[in-house]
């Protein structure tokens, strides 16, 4: 009789079997996936992807030269030592992440592989306790660039390498012996960091403890009101000013030997690059020039445009049409809210060097939990604007004096949710 019944089902013509209605999964409405527009670049994303485990490609010398490169660096460090896991604790996991980094030509620069912490495993006040890590606001680096502007002093930059294995930690963590590097005849045995690990919850805040710590030995001075700027003063009026961003920190000042002293003290504590003039930061242009300083997002203004599929539209004179007024329209046709929110979030970054759009963007992302048509044309309208002005950005004059102005908003009855 079962047999029958299974005959009779694989008979069954498919037009007599109930249909389910077919809809996209919502994944697909993302971005990444329906911009790809044929199978060529399809297929041309993944010709050299980056391996997802220690199994997969890294048997290739290129991926194993690179995370030798990271282990000699961990133990060059003193990041780790060897030991018994003590009674009533547990281990971390590890895994290796790899990432090719690339030039601006689309050119292979060169391979990275990370040892990262699982840190997702740890547990509060057993493995960390505080995280937070302070670091500088961009009205902060903008102020730094109008002081070095006005005064003509040069900026220069610094990068820090491996900037999380810097910091020490205060709480016992034990970690698992990365994969392929496992001590032979100690294989039972675990590492217990000294120093933080990439992925550790407070590996941020170990490091950003270190530093501090080293600059106020330094002689240095914190700025109360942003942790992250240090001031040191010399004889004479002699200034140094420091502002720092995780791993990457900009200095200027009015005096080259404490310039020479600062670089020198902080290769010997720290393992950093000289990257001598500051060209770019945070992802901002930077021209340093004998009439002033030029912060700009112009290749980012770029990348926003094409990824958006804007490059190729006609540009508007203003960022928000004149007359215009904004309101939740609950009658409205509803849009994407995760494609908006990607565009807006993008606008909110640019406004570092674009103060011409502060207040089109802070108008658009009031609406960011329900946006409509009608907020997607005021977004596109800021897009149009940005096509047509690509190049403009902030000069900060050589010599202007620093006088401090405020601005206020005086359109009362422009908020029509309010009436």
Sequence with gaps: MELEEQ????????????????????????????????????????????????????????????????????????????????????????????????????????????????????????????????????DTIRLVVALAAQNAWPIFQLDVKSTFLHGYL??????????????????????????????????????????ESYFIKAGFTKCPYEHSLFVKSGEKGKLLIACLYIDDLMFTGNCTVMFDEFKKSMMNEFEMTDLGMMH???????????????????????????????????SANTPVECGFKLCKDHEEKKINSTLYKQIVGSLMYLTATRPDIMYSVSLISRYMENPTEMHLLA????????QGTREFGLFYKKGEKSNLLGFTDTDYAGDQDMI
């Design 379 to 386: 977004v596109k309208r800021i897009l149009r604007y940005l």
């Design 170 to 211: 205060e709480e016992q963590v034990f970690i698992d012996q990365p994969t392929g590097y496992v001590k032979i005849g100690n294989e039972n045995k675990v590492y217990k960091l000294k120093k933080a690990l990439y992925g550790l919850k407070q590996a941020p805040r170990a490091w950003y403890s270190h530093i």
């Design 7 to 138: 005959q009779i089902l694989t008979a069954t013509s498919e037009e007599e079997r109930p249909q389910r209605a077919k809809r996209r999964p919502t994944w697909m409405s993302d971005f990444e996936v329906t911009s790809i527009e044929d199978p060529i670049t399809h297929f041309a994303l993944f010709s050299e992807s980056d391996p997802t485990t220690f199994e997969s490609d890294v048997k290739e010398e290129k991926w194993r030269t690179t995370m030798d490169d990271e282990i000699d660096s961990i133990e060059r460090n003193d990041t780790w030592e060897l030991c018994d896991l003590p009674d009533g604790h547990n281990t971390i996991g590890v895994k290796w992440v790899f990432k090719t980094k690339l030039k601006e030509n689309g050119e292979v620069d060169k391979y990275k592989a990370r040892l990262v912490a699982k840190g997702y495993k740890q547990q509060y006040g057993v493995d960390y306790t505080e995280v937070f890590s302070p670091v500088a606001r961009n």
């Design 280 to 314: 770019y930061f945070l992802g901002i242009e930077i021209v340093q020039s004998e009439s002033g300083i030029f912060l700009s997002q112009k290749k980012y203004v770029g990348e926003i445009l094409k990824r958006f599929h804007m490059h190729d539209c006609n």
